[in-house]
């Protein structure tokens, strides 16, 4: 297949132009910066592919209503989206979903399927096949690579002299798009995953996509990076334009969960794992002028109650350096 690049992506921002917002730097560190997407108007990125291929329908097409299975975010983008452009939207949800995401989604005006995780694709192939709508995955697809892929042309734009982005990872739509934005560039891109859900680290290493259990990837907090494969079109990019892939514990994600909270930076669990990913590099791929991306901040608030109730006894520590 063609791998998207530098043009995909500069087509793409003009159709999110006065929709997506330009999501400032947050300086953490010396060389250290992250990307806020956790202030896009939904709380995450997703916005961005969501909307570009929504735009991309015909007036018919999006009349029928858009459909997509997601466990939170997505979805949650295409309520939005689908508001915006006044149609129908279904989301199929998977019934481990985070309850605060999926409740998000009903407030916006989507109708919800829920069903176990394992079914949702075929569940809303049955929902198109009924309806008519029009599915909109969320990550496997060069319309929504393109829009996430505005991530990686905004932070070129305002660090023109940034050596490494650290991205999370989950179906692969995020990197795939910055990893497009930034071909050609000399900027070195490095995927983060839970090491629960490391299947982009273990397709890097095999050199082939590998799958993952259903059931060890369900078991992160990172519920926004719980897919189990990469998708046949992020694949190539992550194979191609990523340097590597980094995996990092549970332990490790609510420690950067706590740090960014601590500075002001509001994000979700799946939201830290770049960070909690450039905290582990060696102290010389630190040294690079890094941005993280901070992919969201639609936390579950169970969750984070428990993390920062947990370090709240602790002797205060430097946030970041």
């Known amino acids: ?19 997506a917002v330009r999501t400032p730097l947050t300086d953490l560190a ?12 939904i709380g995450a990125f997703k916005l961005r592919g969501a909307f570009h291929a929504a735009s991309r329908l015909s007036p018919g097409q999006q009349a029928a209503g858009l459909v997509t299975h997601s466990s939170g975010n ?10 915006r452009l006044g149609v129908p939207c279904t989301v199929v949800a998977p019934d481990d979903a985070v309850e605060a ?20 694709e075929s569940a809303a192939a049955a929902v198109v096949a009924e309806t008519g709508a029009t599915l909109i995955p969320p990550y496997d697809h060069r319309d929504i690579i393109a ?26 739509g995020l990197i795939s798009g910055i990893a497009a934005a930034l071909r050609g560039s000399g900027v ?17 290493r095999a050199g082939e996509r590998v799958r993952l259990p259903r059931e060890q990837v369900a078991a992160t ?15 190539p990019h992550v194979r191609d334009l990523v340097a590597d892939v980094v995996t990092v514990d549970e332990d490790a994600i609510a420690d950067a969960t706590a740090r960014l909270h ?19 590099l060696p102290t010389d791929e630190r040294a690079r002028r890094t941005v993280a991306v901070v992919s969201g901040g639609n936390v579950d608030p169970q969750w984070l109650a428990g993390v920062l109730g947990d370090r709240a006894g602790r002797a205060a520590a430097p946030t970041f350096g």
């Open 1 to 19: 297949m063609t791998l998207l690049g530098p043009s995909d992506v500069v087509a793409a921002a003009a159709a999110l132009e006065g929709v």
């Open 30 to 41: 010396p060389g250290f910066a992250v990307k806020r997407e956790d202030l896009q108007p």
């Open 74 to 83: 997505h979805g949650r983008a295409l309520a939005w989206v689908a508001r």
């Open 101 to 120: 995401k999926v409740a998000a989604m009903a407030e916006l005006g989507a109708r919800l399927v829920r069903v176990p995780a394992d079914e949702r």
């Open 147 to 172: 829009g996430q892929g505005t991530v990686g042309a905004e932070i070129l734009a305002a660090r023109p002299d940034v050596e490494q982005v650290v991205v999370p990872v989950g179906g692969g």
């Open 188 to 204: 070195r891109v490095l995927g983060a995953e839970p090491e629960l859900a490391g299947d982009a680290a273990a397709s890097k």
């Open 221 to 235: 907090a990172a519920d926004g990076l719980r897919a189990t494969v990469l998708g046949e079109l992020t694949w």
């Open 262 to 280: 601590a500075a002001g930076v509001a994000c979700e669990a799946s939201g830290a794992v770049a960070t909690a990913a450039w905290l582990a």
